[in-house]
T-cell receptor, first 113, second 113 residues
Framework: EAGVTQFPSHSVIEKGQTVTLRCDPI?????LYWYRRVMGKEIKFLLH????????ESGMPNNRFLAERTGGTYSTLKVQPAELEDSGVYFC???????????FGSGTRLTVV | GDSVTQMEGPVTLSEEAFLTINCTYT??????LFWYVQYPGEGLQLLLK?????DKGSNKGFEATYRKETTSFHLEKGSVQVSDSAVYFC????????????FGTGTRLTVIP
């Protein structure tokens, strides 16, 4: 089966611009998670979708970040406007059921200059 | 709150050397513990896991034992190979409450021939 796909793999944008990251989970996986690793630090949870609903968005850093999952399939994470501290690697993961086991994508490396 | 403290890197070893990467955790209740690995250019992959005290997770020659008394889950391998070069992340998942993973900062391992 196809894995979790994320794109773009890399993005370099200027401060103040908007960027949209996309995640395609494994087909049939209702649970979709976003995580972020800021340079050299731990990977931190951002939010969790169950189908199209936000189950937990406690990790979203501020209102410049907007995540959607229309139709319960792929998800997008938009950063608007981007700030320097938003630079990092954004990971997406999906799972069949909660606590079942995650499959991660290869991540999107975002650089804000 | 729940957290993971992981040995700082980077770690450089010669082929066939013994590897230990330390990981300790803080959690309420009885979490599940994981080691994830990220090879260059790839996503996070589950390496091994343990779901209760004294369980030993193992895979690809790596082992880690869930030690409740010392709140530790150290990763070990008796003889590393060049192909083991990667970033290793310790993580926990709380049994109840949040469904997300808490990660350590990651340890970069480089194995030289």
């Amino acid at each position: 089966e196809a894995g979790v796909t994320q794109f773009p793999s890399h993005s370099v944008i200027e401060k103040g611009q908007t960027v949209t990251l996309r995640c395609d989970p494994i087909s049939g996986h209702d649970n979709l998670y976003w995580y972020r690793r800021v340079m050299g630090k731990e990977i931190k949870f951002l939010l969790h979708f169950v189908k199209e609903s936000k189950q937990d968005e406690s990790g979203m850093p501020n209102n410049r970040f907007l995540a959607e999952r229309t139709g319960g399939t792929y998800s997008t994470l938009k950063v608007q406007p981007a700030e320097l501290e938003d630079s990092g690697v954004y990971f997406c993961a999906s799972s069949q059921a909660v606590n079942y086991g995650y499959t991660f994508g290869s991540g999107t490396r975002l650089t804000v200059v | 709150g729940d957290s993971v403290t992981q040995m700082e890197g980077p770690v450089t070893l010669s082929e066939e050397a013994f590897l230990t990467i330390n990981c300790t955790y803080t959690a309420t209740g009885y979490p599940s513990l994981f080691w994830y690995v990220q090879y260059p250019g790839e996503g996070l992959q589950l390496l091994l896991k343990a779901t209760k005290a004294d369980d030993k997770g193992s895979n690809k020659g790596f082992e880690a034992t869930y030690r409740k008394e010392t709140t530790s889950f150290h990763l070990e391998k008796g003889s590393v190979q060049v192909s083991d070069s990667a970033v290793y992340f310790c993580a926990l998942s709380a049994r109840t409450g949040a469904n997300n993973l808490f990660f350590g900062t990651g340890t970069r391992l480089t194995v030289i021939p």
